[in-house]
């Protein structure tokens, strides 16, 4: 039997728990093996036992728990699709709140006693109208979810609100609807503020291109653009596509993408990507990937599903809003039970509001990880943040992570006679047509200094070796000191200096004869060294250690100056038992690469570091979290937003821990009446919402 993967947008949840019911509702639908619901993303991933599936069977499933599926809209603005259903919703929201403080001041005004004439004035029955009619679409998410098996956040101060007024107290009854439902608004505005983040993210992706097609410019939607289309980017313009430049020069805006505010030069045979803006200039692309398939779409489809990735804390709010509301449930009924009075057991209800440790974990996240895409730093998931706060061993790879991995000559020693020139004519000359890195960094010395290469009548490559290249009057070869005819003894002390540098050593011969030594060294990122001090001033490692396939020379000569331990001469398998054996101590491993020859270390490790990727797909799939430009600095700006997330993670739940402890006592002793407690039961929201915003950069 075929399977599917389908999306709906689901509107209305507020906190964890809400996207639990969700995924608990469409769980139970025969037709779906297994659900997934994002809380930032407000969507549904539905994978499906059949490649037909009923959406409307899911859609009922979801609506009927009290949330909303909204029709696909996206030709018309939003606020002329809104449905009648969707007005009379804000209709009565807005009366509700009228209804409220009319409430709040007949109640004010009874405690002043101005109004006591007033309240006899409405009848019971007018009362108990009013309450049954603003609760309405709580009391039947409560009812309907309750038929299902599930529990909502708002159970207990629904039934809460019921007691009252079966109590006859319809005023109370009423005052803890009116705050039942403001503590919505606070919890929505909560959320919204941690979607933020990404909200502003998707923003940026392009809704329109302008393709040439039929020899004239159209300006189509992007979900009609097509791969190998050419696509008309203009100054100003906004880059809807991944693609390849293939005429004119601009200047591009790349920091959706990396982050990095400073522009770039793009010309023919660029890449370029989705969202970035054309600052100046004018470029005509080819389509190579769109919409979800760019990098800009990975990014935001990653930011979208990393709450799916629970940390352990997270999973314990789950687990503890679980159990929560059993107990609440327990401890009202003990205080009737002991005290017989019903205004108290209400309170204990009303006040006791598990929305707020559904919040302490989810908000704080989801302003993390939307703060730090922003940066261009992608996380996959909570948890992830949370073992880099508790991170004990930190593994680097050094090609590509602490150096750019492209060799350059950094030294040119000449014997016998001959000139800096000469030397670089000959061995570029030579290397031309070799596609190994090393030759690569010999042409291009030779280019920057302008010289003019001769070309050789044959060549030959050399395995493992070197070139060999036969020119009209000589033969040149360039290589490693095996390649050596004559006079080794005279260069050894020479090329030993320069592997005690970390430097490899590239001879040059003419006709058997060395006459020079060019050494190349593998640029080092600048930055590294004061970023990694700055990285083990804040946070405390057990081991910091140098992962390289190189040889031990270089190895020990970049550890060296950095300060850290190294091994050397490793496979990509010697990496992996590393990490394994780390790992068997009980210790938290991350490891920093480039993502791509060390991609199985990453895997292996707790949390995988990718650094510089733009673009690679393979870096992206695989890495925990992935740098999109080659930044060290972003790495102890990462562990400082990993620690200051748990450390507010741990603020909110030690928080709203104290504050309902608090609450619940002064309820079951009959020291905080029931409207009080309705009042107070939205306080923690405001606090959570107050501590995760510091995790939220503009």
Known sequence: MSKKEVQLSVKGMDCSGCANNVKSALEQLEEVESAEVFLSAEKAKIRTKTD????????KAIEDIGYHVPDDTTDQPEEENESLKEKAQKSFRLFGLVFGV??????????????QALTKWVPFWAGAVLVLSMGYPVFKQVIVAAKKGLVTPHALMALGSLTALAAGEWVTAGIVVFFMRTGDYIESYTTEKARDSLRSLTELAPETATVLRDGSEKEIPIDQVKKGDQILVRPGGKIPVDGTVIDGQATIDESPITGESMPVEKTEGSSVFASTIAQGGFLTLRAEAIGSDTTFGKIINMVEEAESRKGAVQRYADKFSAWYLPVVTSIAILTYLISGDLMATVAVMVVACACA??????????ASVGSNAKRGVLIKGGKYIEALARADVLLIDKTGTL????????????????TEGELLIMAASAEQYSDHPLGKAVVEAAQKRHLNLSKPENFEEITANGVRAKFKDYTVTVGNERLIENGKQVIRSTIDNIKAEGKTAIIVQKDGLPIGILA???????EADIALKNLRKQHSFNTVELLTGDNTETARHLANKLNIDFRAE????????????????????????DG?????????????????TTGTDVAIETADITLMRDDWNLVPDLFTSANKTMNIIKWNFGFTTAYNLVGLSLAAFGILPPVLAAAAQSLPDVGILLNSSRLIKK
């Open 52 to 59: 037909s599936p009923d959406l409307s069977a899911f859609k």
């Open 102 to 115: 009319i409430l709040l001041v007949v109640i004010a005004g009874e405690w002043l006693g101005l109004f």
């Open 357 to 366: 440790f559904a919040l302490a974990t989810p908000v704080a996240l989801l």
């Open 403 to 418: 150096t750019f991995g492209r060799p350059e000559i950094s030294e040119i020693i000449t014997l016998n006679g001959t």
């Open 520 to 526: 190349a060294q593998d640029t080092e990122r600048s």
């Open 570 to 593: 490793l496979l990509p398998e010697d990496k992996i038992d590393i990490v394994k054996h780390y790992q068997s101590d009980d210790q938290t491993v991350v490891m920093i690469g």
């Open 596 to 612: 791509v020859n060390d991609a199985p270390a990453l895997a292996q490790a707790d949390v995988g570091i990718a650094m510089g």
